[in-house]
C-alpha cells in the first residue's frame, strides 16, 4: 500500500529534520527575531531541499548522486563560506533594523532560499536517504514511480511538519523578548553560525 511508503517517508523527513545543526540554530534565530512565520518559512527551504535529495534517491537517480557525491568537497566549501556570511550578517543585524523592514516578502523569499541553498550543500544527505529507504524497505519504491513520489511528499511533510512545530514553540519565547535580549539573539546565533562555517570549512582542508 502506497500509504505505507507515506508513512515511511513521514517518518524519515521528521528525523533527519530533528537534529538541531546550523539551520536549526538559524530557525531558532530568525523565529525570536523575525517571528514564527519567518522561522516557518526558513524550516520550509530545509524541507524542500530534503524533498530534492530524497526524490534522487527514491527515484533512483544514482547519476546525479554520484556526480554530487564526487564534488561534495567543492559543494561543501562553498557551503562552508555561505555559512561564514550568514553568521557575520547576523551577528551584525540590528533588531530595530529587523523591526522596521519594509518588505516582508523579500525577506521570507530570502530566508527560503538561503536554507534550500544551504542544505543543498551536503550531498551526503542522499546516502543518508539511500540508506535508509534500504533499512525501512522504502528502497523498493524506486521501481514505482507513484510509490517513489509518495515517499518524497511523505518526506516533505515529515520535515515541514519538525519546523512548523520547532518555530511554533520557539515563538512563544520570542514574544517575550525585548530588544536588548533580541541582539544578544542575534550575537551568540551568529557565532555559532560562523563556528559551523568554519568546521565545514576546515573538513574541505583536510
Same mark, same amino acid.
Given at each position: 500500500?502506497?500509504?505505507?511508503?507515506?508513512?515511511?517517508?513521514?517518518?524519515?523527513?521528521?528525523?533527519?529534520?530533528?537534529?538541531?545543526?546550523?539551520?536549526?540554530?538559524?530557525?531558532?534565530?530568525?523565529?525570536?527575531?523575525?517571528?514564527? /512565520?519567518?522561522?516557518?518559512? @526558513?524550516? +520550509?527551504?530545509?524541507?524542500?531541499?530534503? %524533498?530534492?535529495? &530524497? !526524490?534522487?534517491? $527514491?527515484?533512483?537517480?544514482?547519476?546525479?548522486?554520484?556526480?554530487?557525491?564526487?564534488?561534495?568537497?567543492?559543494?561543501?566549501?562553498?557551503?562552508?563560506?555561505?555559512?561564514?556570511?550568514?553568521?557575520?550578517?547576523?551577528?551584525?543585524?540590528?533588531?530595530?533594523?529587523?523591526?522596521?523592514?519594509?518588505?516582508?516578502?523579500?525577506?521570507?523569499?530570502?530566508?527560503?532560499?538561503?536554507?534550500?541553498?544551504?542544505? /543543498?550543500?551536503?550531498?551526503? @544527505?542522499? +546516502?543518508?536517504?539511500?540508506?535508509?529507504? %534500504?533499512?525501512? &524497505? !522504502?528502497?523498493? $519504491?524506486?521501481?514505482?514511480?507513484?510509490?517513489?513520489?509518495?515517499?518524497?511528499?511523505?518526506?516533505?511533510?515529515?520535515?515541514?511538519?519538525?519546523?512548523?512545530?520547532?518555530?511554533?514553540?520557539?515563538?512563544?519565547?520570542?514574544?517575550?523578548?525585548?530588544?536588548?535580549?533580541?541582539?544578544?539573539?542575534?550575537?551568540?546565533?551568529?557565532?555559532?553560525?560562523?563556528?559551523?562555517?568554519?568546521?565545514?570549512?576546515?573538513?574541505?582542508?583536510?
Amino acid at each position: 500500500m502506497d500509504i505505507h511508503f507515506f508513512i515511511r517517508g513521514l517518518i524519515i523527513g521528521f528525523s533527519i529534520a530533528a537534529p538541531v545543526g546550523p539551520i536549526g540554530v538559524l530557525c531558532i534565530r530568525r523565529t525570536l527575531a523575525e517571528g514564527r /512565520l519567518s522561522g516557518f518559512v @526558513t524550516g +520550509l527551504g530545509v524541507a524542500t531541499a530534503d %524533498a530534492v535529495y &530524497g !526524490a534522487i534517491a $527514491a527515484f533512483g537517480l544514482t547519476f546525479i548522486s554520484n556526480i554530487l557525491i564526487h564534488q561534495q568537497g567543492w559543494i561543501r566549501l562553498v557551503g562552508g563560506f555561505f555559512l561564514c556570511y550568514l553568521g557575520i550578517k547576523t551577528f551584525l543585524t540590528s533588531p530595530l533594523q529587523q523591526q522596521n523592514s519594509s518588505s516582508k516578502n523579500i525577506t521570507l523569499r530570502s530566508n527560503y532560499a538561503s536554507t534550500f541553498f544551504l542544505t /543543498l550543500t551536503n550531498p551526503l @544527505t542522499i +546516502l543518508f536517504f539511500t540508506a535508509v529507504f %534500504a533499512g525501512l &524497505g !522504502a528502497g523498493s $519504491a524506486s521501481r514505482n514511480y507513484f510509490s517513489a513520489g509518495v515517499l518524497v511528499v511523505g518526506v516533505f511533510i515529515g520535515s515541514a511538519l519538525w519546523w512548523l512545530l520547532l518555530s511554533s514553540g520557539v515563538g512563544i519565547f520570542g514574544e517575550k523578548l525585548n530588544v536588548t535580549g533580541l541582539r544578544w539573539v542575534n550575537r551568540i546565533s551568529g557565532m555559532v553560525i560562523v563556528i559551523f562555517g568554519i568546521v565545514a570549512l576546515l573538513s574541505f582542508i583536510k
